[in-house]
């Protein structure tokens, strides 16, 4: 989280703008949270550049919760394709089975997910409901630098995509979307706010089973207030929206701004990094994510002391996922230039005392 963004909402956490009343303590239906919401919503559309026939929905669930909601409400029952580059997609395609028959256009598994397959070797269904990818994979590091044009390769099929983790840290080119959602706990806010945008054109073909709550109709048609929305999230995801589209950065604004910067943060690591004998990162170059590095001490038994020091240096949150191992630096937004260059400060320093 931006540090002035959490000093906002600590300023007006008793009384939102005069109103008496803090954000948690207002009704979902009143003006002032309306405003609220509907400000969100403007500054949302205007920081991701979302064209007006996309609904733009605040939901709850989570990303995981999506992997269910997503294929009741898009799937018809029908096929859909999967692309496979880590564990959250591999996830999104197990979860979709109960609701559709899922299929495997492509997977990196084999090569345990360290490349992307290239968009002209999936193996796409000519009938699928949607195509599913993960956009930026959390937890292997490997991110989609350009997302597929999917007519370009034949398919009539809309491009579903899972971008939880590097919303707002790029551009989205929404001529090649169709629906994309994502957790806020990771570039936008608090947990507990789901972002779904979706075209007008794939809405109203829900499965009967799909709960109404969880309905992109209903819950289009109802300004994401179909039941009580998580308000305090929202609001503070605005916050952070308004703090997003102030951002420059040579001469940019926004995510472009975001963008820029976030090249030259992931660029300070992976060049450190590829220039040391100590460490190594293993994703293929052209898809390395700009949001999490995962890395490795090349003699693994000084893991725990490399931990340890890090931690004394004010350096948190570097242990790699447990499916992976090592470390992972995860450099989302919110996080300055000057934590990328303290962290590689520190692990230059551990480097030249364990060499
Ligand atoms: C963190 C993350 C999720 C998380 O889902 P939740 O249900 O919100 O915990 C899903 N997908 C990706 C790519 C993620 O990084």
Not at 41 to 62: K, N, T
Not at 155 to 160: A, Y
Not at 217 to 241: E, Q
Request: aromatic share 10%.
């Amino acid at each position: 989280m931006p540090e002035a963004v959490l000093q906002r909402a600590a300023a007006e956490m008793l009384d939102w703008h005069g109103s008496g009343m803090g954000v948690m303590e207002m009704s979902h239906r009143g003006k002032e949270f309306g405003a609220i919401c509907a400000q969100a919503e403007a500054d949302l559309r205007a920081l991701l550049a979302v064209p007006e026939y996309f609904h733009v929905l605040f939901m709850q669930g989570g990303g995981l919760g999506e992997n269910a909601i997503v294929p009741m409400n898009l799937s018809r029952g029908g096929n859909v394709d999967f692309v496979i580059t880590g564990s959250w997609s591999a996830k999104s395609q197990k979860e979709a089975q109960r609701y559709c028959q899922s299929r495997i256009a492509a997977s990196n598994a084999d090569g345990q997910h360290t490349w992307l397959p290239a968009a002209a070797s999936w193996q796409l269904s000519g009938d699928a409901s949607y195509v599913h990818l993960c956009s930026n994979e959390t937890i292997h590091g490997v991110e989609f630098q350009e997302l597929p044009d999917l007519a370009a390769l034949g398919s009539k099929s809309p491009l579903v995509i899972d971008f939880s983790s590097h919303v707002a840290s790029r551009p989205v080119d929404w001529n090649r979307v169709g629906l994309a959602f994502g957790g806020a706990q990771k570039n936008l806010g608090p947990a507990g706010l789901t972002l779904v945008i979706v075209r007008e054109d794939l809405l109203g073909h829900a499965l009967e089973i799909c709960p109404s709550a969880f309905n992109y109709r209903i819950v289009a048609d109802n300004k994401s207030m179909y039941n009580t929305p998580p308000t305090w999230a929202i609001y503070v995801a605005g916050l952070t929206f308004q703090w997003l589209r102030q951002q420059t950065e040579g001469g940019l604004t926004g995510v472009a701004a975001m963008e820029k910067r976030n090249i030259a943060k992931a660029r300070l690591l992976y060049d450190f990094i590829d220039a040391s004998p100590f460490y190594e990162n293993r994703v293929a170059a052209d898809c390395r994510s700009r949001m999490n590095v995962p890395f490795f001490l090349k003699d693994e038994s000084r893991n725990e002391a490399f931990l340890a020091g890090a931690r004394e240096a004010g350096l948190l949150q570097l242990k790699g996922h447990k499916s992976v191992g090592g470390m992972r630096a995860s450099i989302y937004n919110a996080m300055p230039l000057e934590g990328v260059q303290a962290l590689v400060g520190y692990m230059r320093e551990f480097e030249q005392s364990h060499a």
